[in-house]
């Protein structure tokens, strides 16, 4: 493996340059904290981690294995929301990567830091996060992206970005429908991003990805690709995306998944060796957000009448793994 290429620190404050908060540092946060610094050096990135304890024991900086295999190490400022609170910090721009369950607490938390003209862009999988937290800041320059890549952390700050795909970014408020500029000020070459108009479509496409794909790498324990090289995964994964399909075609809010599984296995195609979220939280003896895949789409599926016995299945089985 090649040693790591070092970004420069960071430049000091400059008016004309944006500055980045990035809220949350698991394997998302690092991988787009780094891309974001080598896409334009003289910006600044500053990361927002859980506490001063977690402030204290950062290290300094974020290892990333690029999909090239070549490393990036690359120095980040980190700051808390207690400090920012404290000292009235005003934040510009807010990439959100923590979980989907932190997302409302963690914008509740920093609000006084935040103005309408605040860009704020969620990366997070699911749906209901992203109608919650349009609630929570409705005047506000809220913007969402769903994306392709795969990123999973060797530990923590040490990130492998596993898969390259695209991203899809759009706007979740009239104020932020004003702005399609933001996407000159993220990596949009090497991330592959494009603005859609119509992001919910996107999401909700994104969310049936992840509701065919986390729960199952869990139940088989195994990468992503690896669902398409055992036989009874793939016959497990081919009915599922039926059962999806079927409910996103019947639930009055959805947006229908026509030929889901011929998108889901591009998708583990693209990120073969890519170690589900999903996957990560439960080897780690951590929450998973399994509740906003498969466990919100039975809750829409369930409060309607509609059956969705696999789904509940693979609900059921994920949660069971942290009781064990």
């Known amino acids: 493996m090649s040693p790591p290429v070092h970004i420069p620190p960071q430049p000091a404050a400059n008016p004309g340059q944006p500055h980045w908060h990035i809220l949350g540092a698991g394997a998302m946060g690092c991988l787009w904290a780094s891309i974001m610094q080598q896409h334009a050096p003289s910006q600044r990135t500053t990361l927002i981690l859980r506490d001063r304890q977690a402030v204290t024991d950062y290290p300094g900086a974020i290892e990333l294995q690029q999909a090239d295999g070549s490393m990036l190490r690359t120095r980040f400022p980190a700051t808390c929301p207690d400090e920012l609170i404290v000292t009235g910090t005003g934040i510009d721009n807010l990439l959100v990567t923590c979980k989907a369950a932190d997302v409302v607490s963690g914008l509740s938390l920093l609000k006084s830091n935040l103005a309408p003209s605040t860009r704020i862009v969620l990366l997070q999988n699911g749906l209901r996060t992203h109608l919650q937290a349009r609630e929570l800041l409705p005047d506000f320059s809220l913007y969402a992206i769903s994306l392709k890549h795969g990123a999973w952390l060797r530990r923590a700050y040490r990130a492998v970005h596993a898969g390259i795909g695209e991203c899809w970014l759009g706007a979740l408020t009239s104020r932020a429908r004003k702005d399609p500029g933001i996407v000159d000020h993220l990596p949009s070459r090497t991330m592959n991003i494009h603005w859609q108009a119509q992001i919910l479509p996107r999401l909700w496409r994104k969310f049936a990805i992840n509701c065919a794909i986390n729960g199952l790498t869990v139940i088989y324990d195994c990468r992503n690709g690896q669902l398409l090289d055992r036989r009874d995964a793939q016959q497990h994964l081919r009915s599922v995306c039926a059962e999806i399909e079927n409910l996103l075609t019947n639930l009055p809010q959805a947006y229908p998944a026509p030929d889901l599984l011929a998108e889901v296995t591009q998708v583990l195609q693209l ?52 009781s064990c």
Do not use: H, K, M, W
């Not at 599926?301 to 059921?316: Q, W, Y």
């Open 271 to 322: 990120t073969a060796a890519n170690i589900s979220s999903t996957l990560q939280d439960v080897r780690r003896g951590r929450q998973t957000e399994i509740a906003e895949f498969n466990g919100y789409l039975c809750e829409l599926a369930e409060s309607v009448g509609l059956p969705c016995p696999l789904n509940r299945s693979i609900f059921e089985q994920v949660t069971a793994q942290l």
